[in-house]
């Protein structure tokens, strides 16, 4: 990874320049209807698969696929999704900006839910980046990190496909969601008891119980459902080896 202030502070004020830039310039709107023409070349199905990546139950799964390996995914996820759900609730509440639905009406092809109010930041996009950035700074594998952050980016572009939210939504989602991971991350590396045995068997069932979960969990997108299974059948069975891993280490 590059110098820390780099990796982390310039991507962040670059989507931050960019939002100001999208809401000051008036091309939010003009935007926002070239992407929809763009994604309504593909199927509702693509963008409703990709949109439940940054569903915040589903990111927090996928921060468990590898954490038999790498301990270290569980404290910092934990902690980044904290940071980046109190980020994103309190701007959504303060800011209440109206969704595209409520600007253009019949404009706005909507795939899942119709919603209405609080678009800003964009969460499903703020928790894909989460795990993107998680990843990169936990694994420090630059391919590996490139391919999630294209990942992340398509969950972003997807809220857009969806009729969900605004270019600007997404792009201030994205730098909530990489300094979100970089915060949880650096607060993990200073939190010892999560390195200690007992630490490890409460975030490994801690995560199996969110892994449970999903299977109930309603996101919106039916024709992402088999994709929800998949993702909540996989962390289930990683989940229940990472907490053997940790229960056979202490005996």
Request: hydrophobic share 60%; proline share 4%.
């Amino acid at each position: 990874m590059r110098d820390e202030a780099e990796t982390i502070g310039v991507p962040v004020i670059l989507m931050l320049l960019l939002v100001a830039t999208l809401e000051l310039s008036g091309l939010n709107t003009p935007l926002f209807l070239a992407a929809k023409q763009l994604a309504e070349l593909f199927p509702d199905a693509l963008w409703a698969n990709l949109t439940i990546l940054g569903d915040a139950l589903v990111a927090m799964v996928l921060l468990s696929l590898l954490a038999v390996r790498y301990p270290a995914l569980l404290p910092a996820g934990i902690l980044a999704g904290l940071i980046a759900t109190l980020l994103s609730r309190s701007l959504k509440n303060l800011l209440e900006v109206e969704r595209p639905l409520t600007v253009l009406g019949s404009q706005v092809h909507v795939i899942g839910s119709d919603l209405f109010n609080f678009s800003f930041p964009s969460g499903h996009t703020t928790a894909a980046f989460v795990v993107a950035g998680v990843y990169a700074l936990v694994l420090q594998r630059d391919r590996v990190a490139a391919a999630l952050f294209c990942v992340a980016l398509l969950a972003g572009f997807s809220r857009i496909a969806v009729g969900a939210h605004w270019p600007m939504d997404v792009c201030a989602g994205a730098a909530l969601g990489w300094f979100s991971a970089w915060a949880g991350w650096k607060l993990a590396a200073g939190w010892h008891w999560s390195r200690s045995h007992r630490g490890q068997q409460v975030l490994a069932a801690l995560f199996l119980l969110l892994a449970l979960a999903l299977f109930g969990l309603n996101t919106g997108y039916p024709q992402a459902f088999w994709l929800q299974m998949s993702i909540a059948s996989a962390a289930t069975l990683a989940s229940l080896l990472t907490l053997w891993h940790t229960w056979h280490n202490t005996t």
